[in-house]
């Protein structure tokens, strides 16, 4: 399983950006789907998180309101829309996929995400 990030780049505060993640490979083995970042110096924080097979969402509350999660599991693409962007929304976001049916008490434990993006690095300045 391969997972490609993109869609981050520079935007002011306030600002909206919308990241994509392509899964491929041979074995399309995962079944959940999360947004994290790292901002430097940081660890890597749960943003949001998708079920492959379900309609189930989950999200962290610093971003609540503000970012969405979606798919579209035919093309096996994950999208996060990010409005109303901070300049503490910087970092590089990274999306990761889970083997297993992730729940409210797991999907934001990196440890539960097999594979991983390489990132793409988001700027909120002015």
């Known amino acids: 399983v391969q997972l490609q990030a993109s869609g981050g780049g520079w935007v002011q505060p306030g600002g909206s950006l919308r990241l994509s993640c392509v899964v491929s490979?041979?074995?399309?083995?995962?079944?959940?789907i999360g947004w994290f970042r790292q901002a430097p110096g940081k660890e890597r924080e749960a943003i949001s998180g998708?079920?492959?097979?379900?309609?189930?969402?989950f999200q962290s509350n610093s971003v609540k309101g503000r970012f969405t999660i979606s798919k579209n599991t035919a093309e096996n693409t994950f999208f996060l829309q990010m409005n109303n962007l901070r300049p503490d929304d910087s970092a590089v976001y990274y999306c990761?996929?889970?083997?297993?049916?992730?729940?409210?008490?797991?999907?934001?434990?990196?440890?539960?995400?097999?594979?991983w993006g390489q990132g793409t690095q988001v700027t909120v300045s002015s």
């Open positions: 990761g996929a889970a083997r297993y049916n992730l729940i409210t008490s797991s999907w934001s434990q990196t440890s539960q995400y097999s594979y």
């Open positions: 490979g041979s074995s399309l083995d995962y079944a959940t």
């Open positions: 998708i079920s492959r097979y379900y309609t189930r969402t």
